[in-house]
C-alpha cells in the first residue's frame, strides 16, 4: 500500500502544471501568465550584475538562454537593464543621473522574426 501511494505521488507529480502569482489577489491570475507579479505598492529588483563585456555572460555562468534580463550596476558598461540575445548583452533601458532613459525602443522585422532594438537619441 505505501509503495503505491508513493507511485501515485509521484505521477501526479509528473502531470501537474503550476502557474505563480506573487503579491496582491494571489487567487487571480492570467490564463496566459506563467508567472504574475502584482502590488498597488511595491516594485519588482531584477538581479543586479556588473557586466565587464557585452560578448561575454559573466558573472552569469553556463549557457545563457536568449532573452535573460539583467540590470547592470557595475563594471565598464553603462548602468541599466540589458537582455541577452543569445550572442551579447543588449542594452534595453539604460541609467541617467535623472532616472531618465534616452533610449527608446524601436522595433523592426528581421525575415520572420519580430526584433526589439533601442536608438540612441541626440
Known amino acids: 500500500m505505501k509503495k503505491l501511494l508513493i507511485a501515485v505521488l509521484l505521477l501526479s507529480a509528473v502531470y501537474t502544471q503550476a502557474q505563480v502569482k506573487i503579491g ?15 502590488s498597488t505598492n511595491k516594485g ?14 559573466s558573472p552569469l555562468t553556463g549557457t545563457v538562454p536568449a532573452g535573460m534580463l539583467v540590470y547592470n550596476s557595475a563594471g565598464s558598461l553603462t548602468y541599466g537593464y540589458y ?9 534595453w533601458i539604460m541609467a541617467t ?3 531618465c532613459s534616452k533610449q527608446p ?3 523592426y522585422r528581421n525575415q520572420k522574426h519580430l526584433f526589439w532594438q533601442a536608438m540612441t537619441l541626440y
Open 24 to 38: 496582491d489577489n494571489p487567487g487571480t491570475i492570467d490564463a496566459n501568465s506563467l508567472l504574475e507579479l502584482e
Open 44 to 57: 519588482f529588483l531584477a538581479p543586479r550584475v556588473t557586466l565587464t563585456s557585452i560578448t561575454s555572460v
Open 83 to 91: 537582455y541577452w540575445d543569445g550572442a551579447e548583452w543588449k542594452i
Open 97 to 99: 543621473k535623472n532616472g
Open 105 to 107: 525602443m524601436q522595433h
